[in-house]
């Protein structure tokens, strides 16, 4: 069974930073891409982040230079460190392989 579960999701103020945590099990996660989504209510679910298996990277415009995505092949788990958070980065946060989903962990920035 795939499970992807996210966690370190909090209330944060404006220019702080949070690091969200991805523990992916039932897949070979070293061969595995993964991606990182937010969505808030009323609007499509939207790439944040994502990364291939060799390691490349790709970023919205929105996030560049303030987010930054990784993986630990060891441990299983993507990560996606968000710096200088800004209130529109407010959204549930979900984690992919690209067949299947997190439940997601909801970022929550107050200005």
């Known amino acids: 069974q795939v499970q992807l579960v996210e966690s370190g999701g909090d209330l944060v103020q404006a220019g702080g930073s949070l690091r969200l945590s991805c523990k992916v099990s039932?897949?070979?996660?070293?061969?595995?891409?993964l991606g990182w989504y937010r969505q808030v209510p009323g609007k499509q679910r939207e790439l944040v982040a994502d990364i291939t298996s060799g390691g490349s990277t790709n970023y919205a415009d929105s996030v560049k230079g303030r987010f930054t995505i990784s993986r630990d092949n060891a441990k299983d788990t993507a990560y996606l460190q968000m710096n200088n958070l800004k209130p529109e980065d407010t959204a549930v946060y979900y984690c992919t392989s690209y067949r299947n989903w997190g439940q997601g962990t909801q970022v929550t920035v107050s200005s």
């Open positions: 039932g897949i070979i996660f070293s061969i595995s891409d």
